[in-house]
């Protein structure tokens, strides 16, 4: 089946350094979104990419899908502590298709 | 508008236990969806409703049984609790991007 993995699987990093997680699908995508979950809390959608080599911007966070739609980064430029929680990429193979989730990458913010 | 609510917050069981938590939405998606998340594993889709009337199993059904009782809700079903099902539960319904629930922390001893 669809496998979406991701790395790394945790990083700690000082506030105001940036931050990156990559995403790899077994499998190309029809698109790709990107959700955020808080320590404790439940994941939230943060945007959707869906063409080849898309990239989408929002505040200080980039994000970008692979010219073959295999791949997919998220790029967070000078961490804040509010940047803290689990990063989740999550593909669909098809539009009408369920939501495979990658495996996550932890990101701690040290002030 | 309450989004996504799940049903209850915390639950410990016994082994052989059943129980079930229920999920409501009030967004009118077609879509609703059960998802476990361990340590280390992400979301691991359990089942899946495409449609009131229809569910499919996802990747990791065993043990559990889902029942779309119309188009706001969604319950999942531990028929013999065991210990493997310790997790946190995730209801969520898509529109174009998928709606969490707040979990549900459950432990089976």
């Known amino acids: 089946g669809q496998q979406v993995m991701q790395i790394p699987q945790y990083q700690h990093v000082q506030e105001g350094e940036d931050f990156t997680t990559y995403c790899n699908s077994s499998?190309?995508?029809?698109?790709i979104q990107w959700y955020k979950q808080r320590p404790g809390g439940h994941p939230v959608f943060l945007i959707q990419?869906?063409?080849?080599?898309e990239v989408k911007k929002q505040k200080r966070l980039t994000f970008q899908f692979g010219e073959a739609k295999k791949n997919s980064s998220l790029h967070i430029t000078a961490t804040q502590t509010t940047d803290v929680g689990t990063y989740f990429c999550?593909?669909?193979?098809?539009?009408?298709?369920?939501?495979?989730f990658g495996t996550g990458t932890r990101l701690a913010v040290r002030p | 508008n309450a989004g996504v609510t799940q049903t209850p917050k915390f639950q410990v069981l016994k082994t052989g236990q059943s129980m079930t938590l229920q999920c409501a939405q009030d967004?009118?998606?077609?879509?609703m969806y059960w998802y476990r998340q361990d340590p280390g594993m992400g979301l691991r889709l359990i089942y899946y409703?495409?449609?009131?009337?229809?569910?499919d199993k996802g990747e990791v059904p065993n043990g559990y049984n889902v029942s779309r009782l119309n188009k706001r809700e969604f319950s999942l079903r531990l028929e013999s609790a065991a210990p493997s099902q310790t997790s946190v539960y995730f209801c969520?319904?898509?529109?174009?991007?998928?709606?969490f629930g707040p979990g549900t922390r459950l432990t089976v001893l």
């Open positions: 969520a319904s898509r529109n174009y991007e998928q709606f």
């Open positions: 499998t190309t995508l029809s698109n």
């Open positions: 990419l869906v063409k080849s080599g």
């Open positions: 999550a593909g669909r193979k098809s539009s009408g298709d369920k939501l495979t």
């Open positions: 967004m009118n998606h077609n879509s």
């Open positions: 409703s495409a449609s009131e009337g229809t569910t």
